[in-house]
C-alpha cells in the first residue's frame, strides 16, 4: 500500500512538473513573438537566444525575470544591449561597446574572439553574476561573466587561472561609442539599473559568427 502511494505520488509530482514546463515554454514562445515583432533585434540572435534559454534555464540556474542580448550586428552609437522582460515582453535598450580590435569607435563589430590578449568582444552564451564588485585599480562597479559553452569556458575565469578576465562594467567612453579591451562596458547612467536586471541572466553575446 505504502509503496502504490509513493508511486501515485511521484506520478503526481512529475505530472504537475510537466503541466508547468509546458505552461513556461508556451509563456515564453509567446514573449518570444511578441519581442521578435516589435524589436529590431537580429531574427537569428533572438531565435537561438530563447532556445538556449528554454533548454538550459533550470539546468544553469538562468534568472526567469529576464534574458539579455548584445547584438553587435548594430553599431555602437545605437542602444544594441537589449534586456527582455521575460514576464511580459518589455524590451530595455542601452548601449553597449564592443573590443577595441573588434571594430572601429562608433561602428560594427567585424571581428570576435575568446581568446585572451585578443582585446575583441567575446562571442557566445554567458551567464552574468549576481555579486556586485569593485575593481583595484579604477574603483568602478562590475558583475562578472561566466562562458558557457566550450567556446567561451575560460572567459570569465581569473587570469592567475588561465582565463580572460572579462565583466560588464560602466565607462564614460560608451556615451560616444567607444571600446573596451573586450569586457561589456555600458554607459555610468544605466549602471545600477542594468546591474539589477543582469543579475544571474542569460546573457547572449551576439556577433554574428557562428559559436
Request: aromatic letters at 12%.
Amino acid at each position: 500500500m505504502k509503496k502504490l502511494l509513493l508511486v501515485l505520488l511521484c506520478t503526481f509530482i512529475f505530472t504537475e512538473v510537466g503541466l508547468a514546463s509546458n505552461y513556461n515554454n508556451k509563456h515564453l514562445h509567446q514573449i518570444y513573438k511578441k519581442v521578435a515583432k516589435k524589436t529590431n533585434i537580429n531574427k537569428r540572435a533572438l531565435r537561438k537566444a530563447f532556445s538556449y534559454y528554454i533548454k538550459n534555464r533550470r539546468k544553469k540556474s538562468l534568472s526567469s525575470k529576464y534574458l539579455a542580448i548584445a547584438d553587435y550586428t548594430k553599431t555602437a552609437r545605437h542602444k544594441r544591449l537589449y534586456i527582455i522582460n521575460l514576464k511580459n515582453g518589455k524590451v530595455y535598450r542601452h548601449k553597449i561597446a564592443h573590443g577595441k580590435r573588434s571594430g572601429c569607435i562608433g561602428g560594427k563589430v567585424r571581428h570576435s574572439s575568446n581568446r585572451r590578449g585578443s582585446f575583441m568582444t567575446p562571442y557566445g552564451f554567458f551567464k552574468i553574476g549576481s555579486h556586485i564588485g569593485k575593481t583595484n585599480k579604477k574603483h568602478y562597479r562590475y558583475l562578472r561573466v561566466k562562458g558557457l559553452q566550450w567556446s567561451n569556458r575560460k572567459v570569465g575565469y581569473p587570469i592567475r587561472k588561465g582565463g580572460r578576465d572579462i565583466i560588464v562594467h560602466p565607462a564614460s567612453y560608451v556615451r560616444y561609442g567607444g571600446r573596451s579591451h573586450g569586457c561589456f562596458s555600458i554607459e555610468r547612467k544605466d549602471m545600477w539599473v542594468v546591474f539589477k536586471q543582469l543579475k544571474n541572466t542569460l546573457f547572449y553575446s551576439y556577433t554574428g559568427r557562428r559559436a
